[in-house]
């Protein structure tokens, strides 16, 4: 079975880092490409960035450029997002999701349940 | 501002049709781009409801169904339950944007 198991929530003041992270089971890590997905509250899904963790490839959207960072660590299939100074913009819901076939129309198969970061003073 | 512009609420009463539109531009739905659809109930994770404009994944009732024509997309419910509340989003690519991934604003489907 095809699973995505992201970390658990994160309450975090402004300036504050952190890594959020996703882990994959139940298929070859490097076969698919990684995205995340971002929800502030009461909005819609916005797409953050993807990965190719067979050699840690990584586009951003432009909304998104600069402001996080997406790595892997292919020896336990796990990808990251993170951030060195939050704001609390940054708060919302993060997912992680997988696709076969970026860029060449390809959809989002399989999701993790989503990490809720909150940022606030 | 979305990229693709979907209505923000549709709504129908059970056993009824409803339709989502999703409007694009030449960049991505017309220039030749699939379109996904997913569904968002609160408090989960979006599941993919249609794939490649018209591809039904396994477990997904046929009672929805997607179509795609030049720069718009549409997802269409028949025979609507009470458990199809939901907000559904459209996915596509831009090639704008280098061939980024773009979605929806997102349709918060209401069942009377």
């Known amino acids: 079975e095809v699973q995505l198991v992201q970390s658990g929530a994160e309450v975090k003041k402004p300036g504050e880092s952190l890594k959020i992270s996703c882990v994959v089971n139940g298929y070859s890590f490097g076969d698919y490409w990684i995205a995340w997905v971002r929800q502030a509250p009461g909005e819609g899904l916005e797409w953050v960035g993807v990965v190719w963790p067979g050699d840690s490839h990584t586009i951003y959207s432009p909304a998104f450029q600069g402001q996080v960072t997406i790595s892997v660590d292919i020896s336990v299939n796990t990808a990251y997002l993170q951030w060195t100074s939050l704001k609390a913009s940054d708060s919302a819901i993060y997912y992680c999701?997988?696709?076969?076939?970026?860029?060449?129309?390809?959809?989002?198969?399989?999701w993790g349940q989503g990490t809720l970061v909150s940022v606030s003073s | 501002q979305s990229v693709l512009t979907q209505p923000p609420s549709v709504s129908g009463a059970p056993g009824q049709r409803v339709t989502i539109s999703c409007t694009g531009t030449t960049s991505n739905i017309g220039a030749g781009y699939d379109v996904h659809w997913y569904q968002k109930l609160p408090g989960t994770a979006p599941k993919v409801l249609i794939y490649?404009?018209?591809n039904r994944p396994s477990g997904v009732p046929d009672r929805f169904s997607g179509s795609k024509s030049g720069t718009s997309a549409s997802l269409v419910i028949t025979g609507l339950q009470a458990e199809d509340e939901a907000d559904y989003y459209c996915?596509?690519?831009?090639?704008?944007?280098?061939?980024?991934?773009?979605f929806g604003g997102g349709t918060k489907l209401t069942v009377l």
């Open positions: 996915q596509s690519y831009d090639r704008s944007l280098s061939g980024l991934a773009v």
């Open positions: 999701t997988r696709t076969e076939n970026f860029h060449n129309s390809g959809w989002f198969d399989a």
């Open positions: 490649g404009n018209i």
